[in-house]
Nanobody, 115 residues
């Protein structure tokens, strides 16, 4: 059973920063790619960022230039550094891992951007 566990969410003021982490129960090398999605109240889940096993990264236009995804292979952890946060970034953030035809999800961590 593969487990992904997110942490690092919370309440932050507009313009602030948070760093989310996603720890995996098995070696990160088993995943072809890992990433982050988010779901705001009343909206569909949307893709935020992806990092491949070759360290290629991609970002949604809405977060490009503000968010950075990275990975620590030794710690089996993926990070999402979020800067210049906006109220519209408020959502539950989910970690995702892809391995072949299988997808794995964490339970999510709440990020609230509000003054």
């Amino acid at each position: 059973q593969v487990q992904l566990v997110e942490s690092g969410g919370g309440l932050v003021q507009p313009g602030g920063s948070l760093r989310l982490s996603c720890s995996t129960s098995r070696s990160i090398f088993n995943f072809n790619a890992m990433g982050w999605y988010r779901q705001a109240p009343g909206k569909q889940r949307e893709w935020v960022a992806t990092i491949t096993s070759g360290d290629s990264t991609n970002y949604a236009d809405s977060v490009k230039g503000r968010f950075t995804i990275s990975r620590d292979n030794a710690k089996n952890t993926v990070w999402l550094q979020m800067n210049s946060l906006k109220p519209e970034d408020t959502a539950v953030y989910y970690c995702w891992g892809g391995s072949g035809l299988s997808s794995y999800w964490g339970q999510g961590t709440q990020v609230t951007v509000s003054s």
